[in-house]
């Protein structure tokens, strides 16, 4: 008998909350979904979309600007226009946004706007103004994503000192912009910025920049990065950050233990983030954490029966893709469906620098520690014919196998559209394909991935164009 409850209450309208959403109704539950600022989340709202849109324009800027004339193609009167290039950015975030609310009213998903907080087992309250909307649910997912991250004594203004949000919002290019933190985010800035005209200092403590990455990859973006004029301070520590009228400096400890004083006039903090899960009634409820986190079992189970929890907010890897397979494979567990645990080693990491970076498995330092008997082959892009034609022969491919086994443990690129090409080599290791299987695999030619099976040829030392 139907007692008027929905079967699932996701809370965050993210990429983990919408697919949720979305599947869950495709599997015939009754599922309602809130949110309490814009569907899309950070992602498509002021994340993903926003920075690869902008990263766009200063794509077709370098290439005019740098390839064209070599080409044939000779522009004249080149200028930025950078507020034109943030109301396409807008419109870009409007466009995807729009589709997506069309995509949750076909398929009936009741989309509450308001804040959400836990009242007990089974019960949401959803606040808009001074009004609560009671939601009697079955279940419930989690899916409130993360804030941005400072250092201890740094107050992110949004003037001064930005987060990635405040720096997307510019409403003029900075004449210099120092990031602290060169993960992903902090690179891709860099990049932005570089390119547009910026003199930007990229500033990180630990040895390398992109430091989940493989060493190798991480030394040619920063040769390229380098190379393009941007200044990386790597092994560096961060001391007293002063924000003033006509900008900012910043302290540093560089890696040889010198003093140095960092000026800028403006300073991203790129730290990384944190979970989003205060005023969520968690304490009341029970709901276990793990540091800041939610605690999760392997089907994003809290410990509370009929709770779940998804995304930025759990201590898995904080990126969208992830956060939807979460999300899948939480709807499909209340629905009782057969479920696998997701393995995050098979999930892809992309940085859509200039050159872009891409990777999925094992980096060859962490199959070591993990005992492996561990092969390399690397192959660069240069002696790849598609990459001469696009004149983008920067980068290589590096693949990490299995000595004993020849399994495929780990694949690294960076260079031309790695991040389009990684999607091949996740696939590979999830049908835990082998070095052989990569190189017989016939790959059409003059392509870019034709690098990815030479790269498997130069484990055993058999790169045929190298």
Same mark, same amino acid.
């Given at each position: 008998?139907?007692?008027?409850?929905?079967?699932?209450?996701?809370?965050?309208?993210?990429?983990?909350?919408?697919?949720?959403?979305?599947?869950?109704?495709?599997?015939?539950?009754?599922?309602?979904?809130?949110?309490?600022?814009?569907?899309?989340?950070?992602?498509?709202?002021?994340?993903?979309?926003?920075?690869?849109?902008?990263?766009?324009?200063?794509?077709?800027?370098?290439?005019?600007?740098?390839?064209?004339?070599?080409?044939?193609?000779?522009?004249?009167?080149?200028?930025?226009?950078?507020?034109?290039?943030?109301?396409?950015?807008?419109?870009?975030?409007?466009?995807?946004?729009?589709?997506?609310?069309?995509?949750?009213?076909?398929?009936?998903? $009741? /989309?509450?706007?308001?804040? +959400?907080? %836990?009242?007990?087992?089974?019960?949401? =309250? #959803? &606040?808009?103004?001074? @009004?609560?909307?009671?939601?009697?649910?079955?279940?419930?997912?989690?899916?409130?994503?993360?804030?941005?991250?400072?250092?201890?004594?740094?107050?992110?203004?949004?003037?001064?000192?930005?987060?990635?949000?405040?720096?997307?919002?510019?409403?003029?290019?900075?004449?210099?912009?120092?990031?602290?933190?060169?993960? $992903? /985010?902090?690179?891709?800035? +860099?990049? %932005?910025?570089?390119?547009?005209?910026? =003199? #930007? &200092?990229?500033?990180? @403590?630990?040895?390398?920049?992109?430091?989940?990455?493989?060493?190798?990859?991480?030394?040619?973006?920063?040769?390229?990065?380098?190379?393009?004029?941007?200044?990386?301070?790597?092994?560096?520590?961060?001391?007293?950050?002063?924000?003033?009228?006509?900008?900012?400096?910043?302290?540093?400890?560089?890696?040889?233990?010198?003093?140095?004083?960092?000026? +800028?006039?403006?300073?991203?903090?790129?730290?990384?983030?944190?979970?989003?899960?205060?005023?969520?009634?968690?304490?009341?409820?029970?709901?276990?954490?793990?540091?800041?986190?939610?605690?999760?079992?392997?089907?994003?189970?809290?410990?509370?029966?009929?709770?779940?929890?998804?995304?930025?907010?759990?201590?898995?890897?904080?990126?969208?893709?992830?956060?939807?397979?979460?999300?899948?494979?939480?709807?499909?567990?209340?629905?009782?469906?057969?479920?696998?645990?997701?393995?995050?080693?098979?999930?892809?990491?992309?940085?859509?620098?200039?050159?872009?970076?891409?990777?999925?498995?094992?980096?060859?330092?962490?199959?070591?520690?993990?005992?492996?008997?561990?092969?390399?082959?690397?192959?660069?892009?240069?002696?790849?014919?598609?990459?001469?034609?696009?004149?983008?022969?920067?980068?290589?491919?590096?693949?990490?196998?299995?000595?004993?086994?020849?399994?495929?443990?780990?694949?690294?690129?960076?260079?031309?559209?790695?991040?389009?090409?990684?999607?091949?080599?996740?696939?590979?290791?999830?049908?835990?394909?082998?070095?052989?299987?990569?190189?017989?695999?016939?790959?059409?030619?003059?392509?870019?991935?034709?690098?990815?099976?030479?790269?498997?040829?130069?484990?055993?030392?058999?790169?045929?164009?190298?």
């Amino acid at each position: 008998m139907d007692d008027g409850r929905i079967d699932v209450v996701i809370i965050g309208a993210g990429p983990g909350g919408y697919v949720a959403a979305i599947r869950a109704a495709q599997l015939g539950l009754r599922v309602a979904l809130v949110e309490r600022e814009q569907v899309g989340g950070l992602c498509l709202n002021w994340g993903c979309i926003p920075t690869k849109t902008l990263l766009r324009s200063a794509e077709l800027l370098w290439l005019l600007r740098h390839q064209a004339p070599a080409y044939g193609v000779r522009a004249q009167g080149l200028e930025f226009d950078w507020a034109q290039a943030q109301a396409r950015k807008a419109e870009v975030v409007r466009y995807l946004r729009g589709g997506l609310e069309v995509l949750l009213y076909k398929n009936q998903v $009741a /989309v509450h706007q308001g804040a +959400a907080r %836990l009242l007990g087992p089974g019960r949401v =309250a #959803v &606040t808009t103004g001074d @009004a609560d909307e009671i939601l009697l649910a079955r279940n419930v997912i989690i899916a409130t994503g993360s804030l941005p991250k400072s250092l201890p004594g740094v107050t992110i203004d949004e003037q001064r000192i930005l987060s990635s949000s405040g720096a997307l919002a510019l409403q003029a290019m900075p004449r210099s912009l120092a990031i602290i933190g060169a993960g $992903a /985010v902090g690179v891709e800035f +860099a990049s %932005l910025y570089r390119t547009l005209g910026s =003199a #930007v &200092t990229l500033i990180e @403590a630990l040895p390398h920049i992109v430091p989940l990455e493989d060493a190798d990859i991480a030394a040619v973006l920063a040769e390229s990065l380098t190379a393009q004029g941007v200044q990386i301070r790597a092994g560096a520590k961060v001391g007293q950050v002063v924000a003033g009228a006509d900008g900012v400096t910043i302290a540093l400890s560089t890696a040889d233990g010198q003093a140095e004083t960092i000026a +800028a006039e403006r300073v991203l903090v790129a730290v990384g983030r944190r979970p989003r899960t205060e005023g969520l009634g968690l304490e009341a409820l029970g709901v276990k954490l793990n540091g800041d986190f939610i605690a999760v079992n392997e089907t994003m189970q809290t410990n509370v029966p009929g709770v779940y929890a998804i995304g930025d907010c759990v201590p898995t890897l904080p990126l969208a893709h992830v956060a939807s397979a979460e999300g899948v494979l939480a709807v499909e567990h209340i629905a009782g469906r057969e479920v696998a645990p997701l393995n995050y080693d098979q999930m892809p990491r992309c940085t859509y620098s200039r050159p872009e970076v891409a990777s999925v498995g094992l980096t060859e330092e962490e199959a070591v520690r993990r005992g492996y008997q561990v092969k390399v082959g690397r192959f660069p892009f240069k002696n790849i014919a598609r990459a001469t034609v696009l004149g983008e022969s920067e980068g290589l491919v590096k693949v990490v196998t299995d000595a004993r086994y020849d399994e495929i443990l780990g694949v690294h690129l960076v260079g031309p559209q790695a991040t389009e090409l990684i999607a091949e080599a996740a696939a590979l290791l999830r049908l835990e394909a082998t070095t052989e299987e990569l190189v017989r695999t016939v790959h059409a030619h003059p392509t870019l991935a034709e690098a990815l099976p030479e790269a498997g040829h130069a484990v055993n030392g058999q790169a045929i164009y190298l």
